[in-house]
């Protein structure tokens, strides 16, 4: 497998997309959605990927998250999408 394609730490982070009007409370996610990215090792960053995108590999493509206070009945749920 190419090395270029393994999650590393910079590759994953470089992935993130966030909204730019977020709250005080949806920087705190980000904040900590970084923090864990930053502490994990090879294996979590696979396992964060294939939860994410279906994939264990740095892919060249953008993670979107979005923060929905209320969403089919459900308070606080954080929504990830993989784009292009």
Same mark, same amino acid.
């Given at each position: 497998? $190419? *090395?270029?394609? !393994?999650?590393?730490? /910079?590759?994953?982070?470089?992935?993130?997309? #966030?909204?730019?009007?977020?709250? %005080?409370?949806?920087?705190?996610?980000?904040?900590?959605?970084? !923090?864990? *990215? =930053?502490?994990?090792? /090879?294996? /979590?960053? =696979?396992?964060?990927?294939?939860?994410?995108?279906?994939?264990?590999?740095?892919?060249? *493509?953008?993670?979107? #998250?979005?923060?929905? /206070? $209320?969403?089919?009945?459900? %308070?606080?749920? *954080?929504?990830?999408?993989? #784009?292009?």
């Amino acid at each position: 497998m $190419h *090395i270029a394609l !393994q999650p590393n730490t /910079k590759g994953v982070l470089s992935m993130l997309s #966030f909204p730019s009007n977020l709250s %005080s409370d949806d920087r705190n996610i980000m904040h900590y959605l970084r !923090q864990y *990215i =930053k502490e994990s090792d /090879k294996e /979590k960053l =696979k396992l964060f990927l294939r939860f994410c995108t279906g994939a264990d590999l740095l892919l060249p *493509i953008s993670l979107s #998250f979005g923060y929905f /206070k $209320h969403y089919h009945g459900l %308070s606080n749920v *954080i929504m990830v999408g993989s #784009f292009n």
